[in-house]
């Protein structure tokens, strides 16, 4: 299963993209907020054996930024 959120803004430059998984690191000052949401996820998305993939622009997209949640598929027993 995957969650995905995406967004049509300005997105995110590549060189930052990456450290948005990191405390208190946020894609741009002119926002509030402290930076701990995409590391909150990446922590619990870890811990639960899932992955967040980040891009920015989204793939055939000219601008945007996207969260992809892919969770683990568990078999029924």
């Known amino acids: ?3 995905l ?3 049509s803004g300005p997105g995110v430059p590549p060189e930052r ?5 990191e405390s208190h690191l946020r894609a741009s000052a002119e926002r509030t907020g402290f930076g701990l949401g995409l590391s909150i996820v990446a922590s619990v998305a870890a811990k639960q054996g899932a992955r967040l993939e980040l891009q920015s622009p989204p793939a055939g997209l000219g ?3 996207e ?7 568990v078999s029924a027993p």
């Open 5 to 7: 959120v995406r967004d």
């Open 63 to 65: 601008q945007g930024f």
């Open 17 to 21: 993209l990456t450290g948005l998984r």
């Open 67 to 73: 969260a992809r949640l892919v969770l683990q598929t």
């Open 1 to 3: 299963s995957t969650l």
